[in-house]
């Protein structure tokens, strides 16, 4: 058990919605980061926030959005969904923005139908 | 941009075999290298990291080492077990593009008994 936590752990949706993902991070750590995996595109690192402060953003479509909150945890949100969305979204938790361990949640698998 | 190229799978072995998996990255500036291991259902574990060149990582009777020569970071263990089965991932971070990650497309290992 890493002390991240994500929920739901399974969501399934339909094209045109929108859904939010939460992530709690381990106690202490400040960063948190959301990677997006499918079969097709491998592990995609989406975006990073500091402190509830956004501080990297990877290969984030302009439909998802995502913020952390000041009691740390982050939401993710994904709108206007497509069947390409589908996949496993983790969450991961660092004590700051230059630490080398991420610790990553078990995830959440979206499917789109 | 940054890359990671990894050997490609799936790779079955006998236990107490040899293992490697090859991995190469692209990079601008000095990255950080890791290897992570993803077990079925959960989220990537960190299993080891070498932040410079000629460092080696080693957990677990893994170990990789930083050339920076070669732009490699081969993952090998000299006697794996039927535990060892799982997704290995290699990983970079950027250090000076505040810490953006690059994951390769993952490596699956089968040990048989």
């Known amino acids: 058990d890493s002390g991240v936590t994500q929920t739901p752990k399974h969501l399934i949706t339909a094209t045109g919605q929108r859904v939010t993902l939460r992530c709690s991070p381990r106690?202490?750590?400040?960063?948190v980061y959301w990677y997006q995996q499918s079969l097709d595109q491998g592990l995609q690192f989406l975006i990073h926030?500091?402190?509830?402060?956004?501080?990297a953003k990877g290969n984030i479509l302009e439909r998802f959005s995502a913020q952390q909150f000041p009691d740390l945890h982050s939401e993710l949100n994904l709108s206007s969904l497509e069947l390409g969305d589908s996949a496993l979204y983790f969450c991961?938790?660092?004590?700051?923005?230059?630490?080398?361990?991420?610790?990553f949640g078990p995830g959440t698998r979206l499917t789109v139908t | 941009g940054n890359s990671v190229t990894q050997m490609e799978g799936p790779v079955t072995l006998s236990e107490e075999a040899f293992l490697t998996i090859n991995c190469t990255y692209t990079?601008?500036?000095?990255?950080?290298l890791f290897w992570y291991v993803q077990y079925p259902g959960e989220g990537l574990q960190l299993l080891l990291k070498?932040?410079?060149?000629?460092d080696k990582g080693s957990n677990k009777g893994f170990e990789a080492t930083y050339r920076k020569e070669t732009t490699s970071f081969h993952l090998e263990k000299g006697s794996v077990q039927v535990s060892d089965s799982a997704v290995y991932f290699c990983?970079?971070?950027?250090?000076?593009?505040?810490?953006?990650?690059?994951f390769g497309d993952g490596t699956t290992l089968t040990v048989k008994p």
């Open positions: 070498a932040t410079k060149a000629d």
């Open positions: 991961a938790s660092s004590v700051a923005t230059d630490s080398y361990e991420q610790y």
């Open positions: 990079a601008t500036g000095y990255p950080s």
């Open positions: 106690s202490g750590d400040l960063s």
């Open positions: 990983a970079l971070r950027d250090n000076t593009n505040a810490g953006k990650s690059t």
């Open positions: 926030y500091y402190n509830g402060e956004e501080r």
